[in-house]
């Protein structure tokens, strides 16, 4: 059974940074499209990042320039390296497979 287990969440600063990671077991993860989501309170659900099992990378617009995905195949884990935090981009963060498995999230709070 696969599973996916967030980390790294918390409370930063305006102009901050934190860095989130998610660790994957029981699959071959290298063949696995990923990505990062956010819902705010009221809000639906919206894509981050994705990095594809090749190493190609796509951005919201909201994020692009400040935010970076990367994957690390031989640990099983993709991360998202978040700079210059704006208080906008307070929301639970979720790590998903495309393959259609969610993690349990991260919650990230920007806040001075």
Do not use: H
Not at 60 to 86: C, E, H, P, W
């Amino acid at each position: 059974q696969v599973q996916l287990v967030e980390s790294g969440g918390g409370l930063v600063q305006p102009g901050g940074s934190l860095r989130l990671s998610c660790a994957a077991s029981g699959s071959i993860f290298s063949r696995n499209a990923m990505g990062w989501y956010r819902q705010a309170p009221g809000k639906e659900r919206e894509l981050v990042a994705y990095v594809s099992s090749s190493g190609s990378t796509r951005y919201a617009g909201s994020v692009k320039g400040r935010f970076t995905i990367s994957r690390d195949n031989a640990k099983n884990a993709v991360y998202l390296q978040m700079n210059s935090l704006k208080v906008e981009d307070t929301a639970v963060y979720y790590c998903y497979d495309y393959r259609g498995i969610w993690g349990q999230g991260t919650q990230v709070t920007v806040s001075s």
